[in-house]
């Protein structure tokens, strides 16, 4: 459609500003920005009389106003409404803004207000704090009542320096003036949203004439924004074949020692994985693979057979961890593999380079036929020196932990690398279409043998000393422990244990035993010294933080308390899980909840049932939203206006049919 300046008609130059701070610079931008939600102004929700767990949209007549003191020389604002018109009702309901004396600028006795907000009990008063309000002009000071009142309303996400109802009125005039052919159909008109339009569907969602046209509207519109998405990762797959790149795989000798070496034999998946893997490098085009893995299921040894086969042809393997715990960790792992077969092995973080303290094994002559391996963190995108024999493969460990920028930063660091990007934290399938469209995925669907059983339970807080019993029971035995708290410090704001603080009380528990503290703030060395005694079982019990939850293996350690379990998402509980049935022993994680958080345990059950981090993954992305579960896999994509659309399977894979034929011909 032809793209107009916005009108400026009644817009100071505030309001162009917080227009242009939202990102709306002409009409497009402003007929698709849009509701957060929608207000029924056609009936409103009856006025509250007790409290309610979920907000309200109410209409009244404003009683009272006044300047009210909090003591301590603070001030408040209260605003007291009643029911409009002769209503049988007396009762009345008080709002509150803190903090914010001018409000007293904004409301006079008698006009009318609509509000939104959660009426709550203070003392023996029914009030709403802070909630969103406009004031009712009947005459309509804009000229645009009709946007305002009798009507489902919608209400938008704000900016500072323009009004919710200048914004609808602007809106609201735009949608007036366009015309239907001036918003053209971006899908064929075969979709599984049957009737809509482009058009049809962003006047329902901004002006629906019930609430039940605005699902439809939204799904035909997420439809689109997931056809483009997938246009862009298709093209982009695409261009990488084209473009083609350099094989980057040697005969298999040193993955045929490697393997020979292994003290157990790779699971039917490892194999069949690296055959996928073999046959990528061994192609004249850059390698873009997925590698999906439960946690345990043997990620590392494929990465392992994956560096050797591109070190066999010459080239050099990097490898990015989130962490410089799991990075040096990486490290020592593969120089003990590494070392017998003359390679060397690199460590780069932001606090140690080529080894730092850790020893660093360096046999390979100057002469050598074979690539270098280096492991590090982000640091390796701002190394400044280059990979000497060129940059064959890069392998990023939990790719979830980093951004797309971060990604690209690293492969572009070579004349175009293979890519190998891996993930214990299973991605619901949706996610890996919407998400991962333009890459190949491996999935390692088999657990080695010989790990041990984990039984999983749910106990309470208040259960403390028979959980300190039970762990004092496994240490006598010569296991160790893990208990992770959320907080690394006490919050006035949030009611959980802080780790700092529960650390003292643990090694009163636990007397005879030796304690040891780890969280995310201590100093890179103090870190690396925890871990190294633990590993060392020179410490029995860590006391932690989520700073474990990737890669840290310790398989004597087999038990595991996570207090205030209902505060993590299922896939970092799974996640944290993994730490324990890493060795032959029988495991315990026991997820210790608030007892008020019943809601919560119910949520959990999930986690005693299973250990497939698929079916979890599932669950949490149905619990939480994919925005939650995504993290920051989503940085470096468009910002997504329905990303509550991603787990629906069907829309995800219809935009994934609809974008392949639109390329197919030629779009």
Same mark, same amino acid.
């Given at each position: 459609?032809?793209?107009? #300046? ?36 056609? $009936? ?51 709002? *509150? ?31 709403? #704090?802070?909630?969103?309000?406009? %004031? ?18 919608? +209400? ?45 569907? %962003?006047?329902? @969602? ?26 862009? @990762? ?36 490892? +194999? ?5 893997? *073999?046959?990528? !490098? ?8 997925? @590698? ?8 590392? @040894? ?5 560096? /050797? ?36 092995? *690199? /460590? ?15 046999? $390979?002559?100057?002469?050598? &036929? ?9 640091? !390796? ?35 175009? &690398? #293979? ?89 009163? *528990? ?18 690396? =010294? ?10 029995? =019990? ?44 029988? $495991?315990?994680? =026991? ?58 399977? !069907? ?17």
């Amino acid at each position: 459609m032809p793209v107009a #300046d916005i009108p400026a008609t009644r817009l100071d130059s505030k309001a162009k500003a917080a227009l242009e701070k939202l990102g709306l610079k002409n009409v497009e931008d402003l007929i698709g920005h849009f509701p957060s939600r929608h207000e029924n102004r056609k $009936s409103f929700d009856s006025f509250p009389t007790n409290p309610t767990e979920q907000s309200v949209c109410i209409c009244g007549e404003i009683d009272d106003c006044q300047t009210k003191f909090a003591g301590k020389g603070r001030r408040y604002f209260e605003m007291t409404l009643k029911p409009s018109g002769d209503s049988i009702f007396d009762h009345q309901i008080a709002c *509150r803004w803190f903090n914010m004396p001018y409000m007293s600028k904004f409301f006079l006795v008698g006009q009318q207000v609509v509000l939104f907000g959660r009426p709550k009990m203070s003392g023996r008063r029914l009030v709403m #704090d802070h909630p969103e309000y406009e %004031i009712i002009d009947e005459d309509g000071n804009d000229g645009m009542f009709e946007a305002h009142m009798g009507r489902i309303v919608p +209400v938008y996400p704000m900016a500072s320096g323009i009004g919710q109802k200048p914004l609808r009125t602007l809106i609201f005039r735009v949608l007036e003036s366009l015309a239907d052919e001036q918003v053209p159909d971006t899908l064929p008109k075969e979709t599984s949203v049957g009737g809509m339009t482009r058009i049809k569907a %962003i006047r329902n @969602l901004h002006y629906p004439e019930k609430m039940e046209d605005i699902e439809p509207a939204k799904r035909y519109l997420a439809l689109e924004e997931f056809t483009w998405l997938q246009m862009e @990762l298709l093209k982009k797959k695409a261009n990488a074949v084209s473009v083609g790149g350099v094989v980057h795989c040697g005969k298999g000798g040193l993955v045929k020692r490697y393997l020979g070496d292994l003290p157990f034999e790779p699971t039917g998946a490892q +194999v069949r994985v690296i055959d996928e893997i *073999r046959e990528d !490098l061994a192609v004249a085009r850059p390698m873009s693979r997925l @590698l999906q893995g439960d946690v345990g299921a043997g990620k590392t @040894l494929v990465a392992a057979a994956s560096a /050797l086969y591109v070190i066999e042809a010459g080239f050099d393997v990097a490898l990015m961890a989130p962490t410089q715990i799991l990075a040096e960790q990486h490290f020592q792992n593969f120089q003990q593999w590494f070392e017998p077969l003359g390679i060397e092995v *690199r /460590l780069q973080t932001g606090s140690k380079d080529s080894g730092g303290n850790l020893p660093l094994f360096d046999t $390979s002559p100057s002469d050598s &036929p074979l690539g270098t391996m280096t492991v590090g963190t982000h640091a !390796l995108i701002h190394r400044k020196e280059g990979f000497e024999n060129g940059l064959g493969l890069a392998i990023i460990d939990e790719q979830h932990k980093f951004g797309v920028g971060q990604r690209e930063a690293l492969v572009s660091r070579g004349d175009r &690398p #293979d890519l190998l990007v891996m993930t214990a934290t299973p991605i619901p399938r949706t996610l890996t279409l919407a998400f991962y469209g333009d890459l190949d995925v491996s999935i390692l669907d088999e657990l080695p043998k010989g790990r041990g059983k984990i039984i999983t339970g749910i106990r309470m807080t208040d259960q403390t000393d028979k959980a300190a019993g039970f762990v004092r029971d496994q240490l006598s035995e010569g296991r160790q422990v893990y208990i992770v708290y959320p907080l690394i410090e006490e919050s006035e704001k949030v009611k959980s244990g802080a780790v700092t603080k529960e650390f003292k009380l643990w090694e009163e *528990r636990l007397k005879g035993f030796k304690c040891a503290l780890l969280h995310g703030k201590m100093a890179a060395d103090d870190k690396d =010294v925890v871990m190294e005694k633990f590993r060392a079982h020179q410490t029995d =019990v860590l006391v932690s933080t989520t700073v474990i939850e990737v890669g840290v293996d310790v398989p004597n350690a087999n038990v595991m308390l996570i207090y205030n379990a209902e505060r993590f998402g299922l896939a970092q509980l799974h996640q944290l899980r993994g730490r324990i049935g890493r060795g032959e022993h029988k $495991s315990y994680c =026991v997820l210790m909840c608030d007892p008020e958080a019943v809601e919560a345990v119910d949520r959990l059950r999930i986690m005693e049932e299973t250990r497939d981090g698929f079916r979890i993954a599932e669950e949490d992305l149905i619990q939480r939203g994919p925005g939650e579960v995504l993290g920051t896999q989503q940085s470096g994509l468009p910002g997504m206006k329905f990303p509550e659309y991603l787990g629906d399977s !069907l829309l995800v894979e219809e935009a994934r049919r609809i974008a392949m034929a639109f390329l197919n011909q030629g779009a």
